[in-house]
């Protein structure tokens, strides 16, 4: 299957399409239409796997090398799931096969603490993951309820998306952008939130 074949798959939304590279990485550019789902070596396919409760699209990968790509390939077919696509050499190589890219604007947790009045935060994680605090005045939408939930938000807000780390926040904020919100990716999520001693509101 040519890139150009999937990206149409992808867009007609028969396909899944996931960035492995690290948020930081995602946020700068990626191709249009991927969630950010950062490989690593142990029990990715799992995980993966876990975040599509019961689905089995058919899936493409994208990364800086192809050894991390077929790695990641291997994970996923170890789990039952079915490749594919494969594209491995960076966002340089896609944008010269004039391939659609997204870019995500980034907001570190220093300047989302001096400015938290002039957003909306949305915080991504699970309800089990709020146990350990969230940012004041923080709305609560998992991940997997933002998409029947978004006529809720109003499009002259500006929003910041946090999650645990920056992965899951890459993905929905990049899905924003392109449904026309002005978004922002909270870099680091709350790990970074709460290693910088920010203010936390619990319970």
Same mark, same amino acid.
């Given at each position: 299957?040519?890139?150009?074949? /999937? +990206?149409? #798959?992808?867009?007609?939304?028969?396909?899944l399409?996931?960035?492995?590279? @690290?948020?930081?990485?995602?946020?700068?550019? =990626?191709?249009?239409?991927?969630y950010n /789902?950062? *490989?690593?070596?142990?029990n990715w396919?799992?995980?993966? &796997?876990?975040a599509?409760?019961?689905?089995?699209?058919?899936?493409?990968l994208?990364?800086?090398?192809?050894?991390?790509?077929?790695?990641?390939a291997?994970s996923? $077919?170890d789990e039952?799931?079915?490749v594919v /696509?494969? /594209?491995?050499?960076?966002?340089?190589?896609?944008?010269? $096969?004039k391939? @659609?890219?997204?870019r995500?604007?980034?907001?570190?947790?220093?300047e989302?603490a &001096?400015?938290?009045?002039?957003? +909306? !935060?949305?915080? +991504?994680? #699970?309800? *089990?993951?709020?146990?350990?605090?969230?940012i004041?005045?923080?709305? =609560?939408? @998992? %991940?997997?309820?933002?998409?029947?939930?978004?006529?809720?938000?109003?499009?002259?807000?500006? *929003?910041?998306?946090?999650?645990?780390?920056?992965?899951?926040?890459?993905s929905v904020?990049?899905? %924003?952008?392109?449904?026309?919100?002005? !978004?922002?990716? +909270?870099v680091?999520?709350?790990?970074?939130w709460?290693?910088?001693? =920010?203010? %936390? #509101?619990?319970?």
């Amino acid at each position: 299957m040519t890139a150009e074949e /999937f +990206v149409s #798959e992808v867009g007609r939304g028969v396909a899944l399409f996931l960035d492995i590279n @690290p948020p930081d990485i995602y946020s700068k550019g =990626h191709p249009a239409g991927t969630y950010n /789902f950062p *490989y690593h070596r142990r029990n990715w396919g799992r995980d993966v &796997k876990r975040a599509l409760n019961g689905q089995t699209p058919p899936i493409g990968l994208f990364g800086n090398d192809t050894a991390t790509v077929d790695a990641a390939a291997q994970s996923l $077919e170890d789990e039952g799931l079915s490749v594919v /696509f494969k /594209f491995g050499h960076g966002l340089i190589a896609w944008e010269k $096969e004039k391939l @659609p890219v997204e870019r995500v604007k980034d907001l570190t947790p220093d300047e989302l603490a &001096k400015s938290l009045g002039d957003y +909306v !935060v949305i915080d +991504v994680r #699970e309800a *089990y993951e709020l146990r350990s605090g969230k940012i004041p005045g923080a709305l =609560h939408i @998992p %991940m997997g309820q933002l998409q029947s939930r978004i006529n809720e938000l109003e499009k002259d807000k500006a *929003y910041a998306i946090v999650c645990a780390s920056g992965g899951r926040s890459s993905s929905v904020a990049a899905w %924003m952008s392109q449904l026309g919100y002005d !978004v922002s990716n +909270v870099v680091g999520g709350m790990s970074l939130w709460a290693g910088k001693r =920010h203010p %936390m #509101e619990r319970g």
